[in-house]
């Protein structure tokens, strides 16, 4: 089988999902015609027309607010949002509206939605078209957060997240759309939602990461023997799998690319100092970009938690 890159893997969850459901439908600028802004939906208007593949107005908020109404319906709208940023526009329904339906409902409603959007640094955008705000919607009872880092789950964790029931945030590393190819599997391939993989077994440091700096972590994993955890849902995140990791390396090491200060990584730090204090030999360490706005393009390498950053934490952390 050819390998394929990121693009193509959700351009199949999504034909897929649409081709299993006739109820999931696609909304977003320019998805249509054009593909979308990266040309992942290309070819799907083609397929199943545009009464579910619905180009829209230039208005996140008016996007999103739709799609809540369209999962109200029994609908199962899959939003696309240009940029990270732009999902800003709409945080008030998805937080006011979409996040607390299944509990303004007490469970007789669930809004079974997903917004897809690139994130992060990376392709040299300008402002607005760089943020990693993930935290900003792990804080938000009611949804999920997922993030993928390979073709492979992106491909599976996409189409779980179409059929789960509560609203799913999808963050798509812009970073690594055409980066990294792979083999798909074939069939019916799904990534259940809440579970981490663990991808480089080790045994001295437990490193957690997501998206784009999972590969700069496995990177820096050379000299070092660390186990190299992919979080892949960081709402909610694998307790199970960080924990017994923890008990076996008792080093810890989050990587992130969004700012450190109330980042998720604090989140996960936090957990482990309540869950794992006792299996602890050092102090976590995180590794995060600093606590400021995405420089411009020129400056976007150093903004970005490099190999060597991330080596350094590694041997911090053994020196306990």
């Not at 923890?246 to 730090?269: L, S």
Request: proline share 5%; charged share 25%; aromatic share 6%.
């Amino acid at each position: 089988m050819a390998k394929v890159n990121m693009v193509d893997a959700i351009n199949r969850a999504l034909s897929e999902e649409m081709a299993r459901d006739d109820r999931v439908v696609l909304l977003g600028e320019d998805i249509g015609k054009d593909g979308g802004v990266f040309r992942v939906t290309a070819g799907l208007l083609e397929r199943f027309g545009s009464e579910r593949v619905i180009d829209t107005p230039l208005s996140e908020l008016g996007i999103v607010g739709s799609a809540v109404g369209m999962a109200l319906w029994g609908l199962k709208p899959v939003v696309e949002i240009q940029f990270m940023a732009f999902v800003y526009e709409a945080i008030e329904q998805v937080f006011s509206h979409a996040a607390r339906m299944r509990a303004r409902s007490r469970g007789r409603y669930t809004c079974h939605m997903v917004i897809r959007t690139p994130y992060g640094v990376g392709i040299k955008g300008p402002e607005l078209h760089s943020d990693s705000t993930e935290a900003l919607f792990c804080h938000m009872p009611g949804l999920k957060v997922v993030v993928p880092s390979t073709p492979c789950n992106a491909l599976g964790l996409l189409k779980s997240a179409i059929r789960d029931e509560d609203p799913v945030i999808f963050l798509e590393p812009s970073r690594l759309y055409r980066t990294i190819k792979a083999e798909l599997p074939e069939g019916d391939y799904t990534i259940p939602l809440g579970r981490a993989e663990v991808v480089k077994e080790g045994s001295q440091i437990t490193a957690i990461s997501w998206g784009t700096m999972l590969h700069k972590t496995v990177e820096a994993t050379e000299g070092f023997d660390v186990e190299v955890i992919d979080l892949q849902t960081l709402k909610p995140f694998d307790e199970e799998t960080i924990l017994g990791s923890i008990k076996k390396t008792g080093r810890a090491v989050i990587v992130h690319e969004a700012t450190g200060f109330c980042g998720v990584g604090a989140e996960i730090a936090a957990f482990l100092s309540e869950h794992a204090i006792l299996h602890l030999r050092s102090p976590i360490i995180r590794v995060t970009a600093p606590d400021a706005v995405v420089p411009m393009a020129m400056l976007e390498d150093y903004y970005m938690p490099s190999v060597e950053k991330i080596k350094r934490a590694f041997e911090e952390v053994m020196k306990y």
